[in-house]
């Protein structure tokens, strides 16, 4: 491998260090109004949309009201709790 080649990569992954995420946040404000409306499910198949994979046999995701969400901290923990969404809200910051 050339020394110039060398450079080259070691620029480009700096360069993908300073700028990838501005990069993925861009693409992902473009491309959110379209996966929101995709009724076919294609932009699942893009990694930069923003939202989480799910994979099911289904085909459709289960609703739930943020009564309903709540997360369970228990096991080998100092301090077991019960969170609910307004709780993960706001430790999000």
């Known amino acids: 491998m050339g ?5 080259g990569m ?3 992954g700096v360069a993908g260090l300073l700028w990838g995420a501005k990069a993925q946040s861009g693409l992902e404000a473009v491309l959110r109004p379209v ?6 499910g294609l ?3 893009i990694p930069a949309t923003g939202r989480f994979r799910i994979y099911t046999v ?3 995701l289960p609703k739930r009201t943020d009564a ?9 923990v100092d301090r077991p709790d019960v969170l609910d969404i307004t709780d993960l ?3 999000r910051g």
Do not use: K, M, P, Q
């Open 58 to 60: 289904t085909g459709s």
């Open 35 to 40: 996966a929101i409306n995709d009724r076919t």
């Open 10 to 12: 070691l620029g480009l």
């Open 68 to 76: 309903e969400y709540h997360l369970t901290v228990d096991g080998a």
């Open 3 to 7: 020394r110039r080649a060398l450079l």
């Open 43 to 45: 932009t699942g198949l």
């Open 89 to 91: 809200r706001a430790w």
